[in-house]
Each structure stands twice: as C-alpha cells, then as structure tokens.
C-alpha cells in the first residue's frame, strides 16, 4: 500500500531540501573545487597535487557539513520540528514503500546517468589519443564532465522536487545550463583551465541560490515560541 | 453478518480516528519525531495533538520521551512494536475491506 504523495513529500522536507541545505553543500564544495583548480594552474602537480586536493577537499566539506548540521539545528528543527528518517533496515508499512519506489526511481537515473556518462568519456578518451586531436587533458574533461553531472542531477531534483515551492529557480536551473555551455564547451579550449572556472561559476549560482531559499525560508517560516508536549 | 463487515467491526478503533491515523501514519514513516514536528505536519492544536497522544500512549502504541535539547525541553516520539504491529494489521484490514 503506498500512502499519499503529499504525506510522504512532508517527510522529506525538514532533512534540509527546502531550506537551501543541499545547495549550500554542493556549492561550498564546487567552490573548493574552483580553488583546487586555480591553485593547481600555478602551483604543483602529481603527488603534490594530491595532496592539495586533501587540503582544501576536506576543509571544504567540513565547512559544509558543520553548516548544514548547524542550519538544521538553528534554523530548521526549531522550526519545522525535529525527526530522524527511518533507516532502510526498518522500512515499513505505507509511508516507507513510497519512499523506496522514489527511491528505486532515483536509482535508475543515476545508473542511466552513470552509464551515459561513460559512454561520453570513453568516446573522448579515444579522441584525446589522437594524434590531431587538440589538448584535452583526462584530468580536465572528468572535471569538466562531473560539473556536467552535477547539473544534470541538480536538474532532476529540482523538475521532481523543487519546482512547486520555489519556481524561481528555473531561472538558476537556466543559468546553470547557459553558464556551462558559454564556459564549459567551446571548441579547442584548454579544459584543464576551463572546469575550475565551471566550478566558480556553479558553486556561486549554487550557494547564491541556497542562501537565497534559506532566506526565504528564515522569512516565511517563524520558529515555535511554545513548550512542547 | 458477512467476513468484510465483519473485519469493518474489528477495525482498531484506536487507530481508526483520523487523528490518531494522520499521527501513527507519520510515526510508521519516522525513527522518532518531536511534538513539534508532529504539530506543523499534522496542524492540529497542541492540546488536540496532546490528548490523541495520550491516547496511544495509553494503548501501547506509541513510545513518549521527555527530555532536552541543549537547554529546551523535547517531547520525542516513536511508534512501539505494538503500535507497529497494530497499524500494519490496521492497513491489512482495510486492504481486505476493498
């Protein structure tokens, strides 16, 4: 038996979905990743350039995780509530089957994704070993092409989840398109030098746009005064 | 009187008003929830929200913590394996009533 949509959508929505969190992430990551990118042009390479992916990676996510927890305490539960979505483990009854066939549903896009993604590399892979082939270096097309993910992926979860809330946010959904395509895509460009710059311009529109639904959220949605229970 | 109506007349009727049902049908999706959170997904009024819980908090079917979060008090909930039991027997019956 799978219970309504509506019932089971409302149990997704305090994790964070529609307070910006996810975006807010994603973009502090990208923006790591930019910083990556650009210290990478002037600095090392190798082994070095490992572990300078280490250094701002991993700062980068801990600043995104700590907001995200920090958003979620602050601005979220005292709020919408608190909760703590049922573990796979545990599934059960109406609400829980709901939840699994989007979640089957989510999975097979992503393996889709995944498998088309391949297929993409793989094919310029072989046109980067030919010899008349301009310099697109593996390092810069896997760059370029996670961003390429990303926006595909910010895609489908704004068209099955975020549409009806905030509609602005088809405009970022064209930016983030447009901006890839005038950055990311020009022909015979250094792709080693483009995807850091893909990273900037993502990981600003994504921050912007979630600090933007985190404002909003703050402005509509007013914390509880009253002792519970 | 036939088996349908039969399991109509069975039906929990702890359960079975739609109050208690909105609130065991959130608990069934969730590891465990606040009063508040309860509150703002059900809109029902805190004393209304109070009184359906202490109802299935009187039959077994749900679990009620107080405590702290930081320095605010938390009222935290979950469904009992009784009351997981009982709303799946629950659906289990109405599906039959189709």
Redesign the interface.
Known sequence: ?V?NDD??N??DQ?KGGDAGIGEIFVGVMSLGFALKGWLDSIWVDGFGGMLLMLAILLPAWGIGYWASRAILKYVI???????????DS?K?????VA?RVRTRLTLITVLILTAVSAAVVACLAVFVKRPSAVNYPLEGILGTFMFACLVAAYAFWFVFNGRREYPWKWLVLVFLVLGFLVIGLPVRMDYLAVWPRIALFNGVMWLGSGLATLLSYVRHAKP?T???? | MNEQLRTIAGLDRVIHEPGRLMIV??L??????????????TEMS?GNL?SHLSRLEKAGYVE?E?TY?GKV???LLRLSPAG?AA??KY?RDL?SVR
């Open positions: 038996m219970m019932l089971s409302s149990l305090p539960w005292p709020r919408a509530g608190y909760f703590v979505p049922i573990s545990r059960r009854t109406g609400i829980a939840g509880s009253v002792e519970m229970g | 049908s959130y069934a999706g969730v590891e465990e929830c606040d009063f508040l959170f309860l509150m703002r997904q805190k109070s009620i107080k979060r008090p938390m009222t997981e709303f799946k659906l599906d």
